[in-house]
């Protein structure tokens, strides 16, 4: 610290300090003095730039988004089958299929799944959707609204838009729906 920033600091601490500006400081000297004594001084710190270098070269994925969809599909299917033991493989592929769409889409989903999800979508964005659904919802997913919308093949998402913008009936949308959705 130059001798200017250190005069500028100590007359601050000595002439207009309060009780609770006293205690941030003094925390902050503690946590300094920790990390000089666990790293051997400010020289030593670790550079962040270089631990995320090593670390991503330690867990092998060295930037391979699709190893980490990869490990991320695995974690979330050991978690299904610790919380959801009754769901089948089937069901199980379906879910993270939905939630962790591979490099192309993840794949197509199943046309009843796909209209379950186009329906709660709607039902949300109209106001129908009652509040314990869409917070079961979030609980299970978080965001539901975005990644149903991301997992919308280009044909439903049109669809759904020109349904909720009024250009075209409900009779038209179901039809439209069911039609695009057998393809």
């Known amino acids: 610290m130059a001798n ?5 600091v100590m007359d601050y601490i000595l002439n207009r300090c309060d009780e609770k500006a006293i205690d941030a400081v003094a925390a902050a000297v503690v946590r300094r003095r920790r ?9 030593n710190f670790p550079d962040p730039k270089k ?3 090593e670390l991503s070269d330690q867990i092998n994925i060295s930037a391979n988004i699709d190893g980490l969809r990869e490990e991320v599909r695995k974690m979330a299917v050991k978690i ?22 591979g490099p192309s889409s993840g794949g197509p989903i ?6 379950e999800m ?6 949300f964005s109209t106001g129908n959707m009652s509040q314990a659904e869409d917070h079961k919802l979030r609980s299970e997913m978080g965001q539901w609204t975005g990644r149903y919308w991301k997992a919308f093949p280009e044909v439903v998402k049109l669809i759904i838009k020109d349904y909720l913008d009024g ?7 179901r039809s439209k729906l069911a039609t695009a959705v057998s393809r």
């Open 167 to 173: 250009e075209i009936t409900e009779a038209e949308y």
């Open 35 to 43: 990390e000089l004594a666990l790293f051997g001084g400010a020289a």
């Open 80 to 101: 299904i089958r610790r919380e959801a033991p009754e769901l089948t493989e089937e069901q199980i592929a379906t879910l993270t299929a939905a939630w962790i769409p």
């Open 4 to 8: 200017s920033e250190l005069v500028r």
């Open 110 to 115: 199943p046309p009843e799944m796909l209209l």
């Open 51 to 53: 631990m995320a270098r």
């Open 118 to 123: 186009c329906g709660q979508f709607v039902s």
